[in-house]
């Protein structure tokens, strides 16, 4: 089983959708949970992370964690062509010098046409 | 707004041959990192760094590859003897301290041929 799994998609929906993106991993030591925007020949840019179970809410952003499912997922509201980008969850450990040690998903490549 | 600067953004070269991939981070970050993307793939962790040593590697990150903190700016990865699974991109990242919280560059895309 794969540590970390998502989704790839495509996924295409028309402007002011609701999307839902979704990951789920198999490692109960991952207690950081990230959501990270990439652009086409750009680097990860993170979007959100959370450490809790529950919902977090930023803007048109909100991530979803429910550790007991090992589910994690984000919505984004209202959505705007400018969001057409791959999205990568990514995870860490906790403690030690893990923080930095991230684990991705596959990603989730997501178009918002006009 | 700072950012990571990586260098070059395209590097060819032979197999067999050693690369030097290079990076700026965020001046006032300590922790340091970099990641590779295959093409098609997840990216994926290969080493980070802090008070110029190595903190963690990843099963990748073998006796072919290295990295420096020259200066107090740059932070490079080589890899001395190219392998043709090498070719992927290469994204350096840079935090304040341990943390989650990564700030990625735009990445070289390495090409062994």
């Known amino acids: 089983q794969k540590e970390v799994e998502q989704d790839p998609g495509p996924l295409s929906v028309p402007e002011g959708a609701i999307v839902s993106l979704n990951c789920t991993y198999s490692n109960s030591a991952f207690q950081y949970f990230m959501w990270y925007r990439q652009y086409s020949r750009k680097g990860p840019e993170l979007l959100m992370y959370t450490y809790s179970s529950g919902n977090k809410e930023d803007g048109r952003f909100t991530a979803q964690v429910d550790k007991s499912s090992k589910y994690i997922s984000l919505f984004i509201r209202d959505s705007q062509p400018s969001d057409s980008a791959t999205y990568l969850c990514a995870m860490s450990p906790l403690g030690g010098t893990s923080y930095g040690k991230l684990t991705f998903g596959q990603g989730t490549i997501l178009t918002v046409h006009p | 707004e700072p950012e990571v600067t990586q260098t070059p953004s395209h590097q060819v070269t032979q197999m067999g041959q050693e690369v030097i991939l290079r990076c700026v981070p965020i001046?006032?970050?300590?922790?340091f990192y970099w990641y590779r993307q295959i093409l098609g793939q997840k990216v994926e962790f290969l080493v980070s760094f802090y008070n110029n040593e190595i903190s963690e590697k990843s099963e990748i990150f073998d006796d072919q590859f290295s990295v420096e903190r020259p200066d107090g700016s740059n932070f490079t990865l080589k890899i001395r003897s190219t392998k043709l699974e090498d070719s992927a991109m290469y994204f350096c990242a840079s935090s304040v301290r341990d943390s989650e919280k990564l700030f990625f560059g735009s990445g070289t895309q390495l090409s062994v041929l």
């Open positions: 001046s006032n970050h300590l922790y």
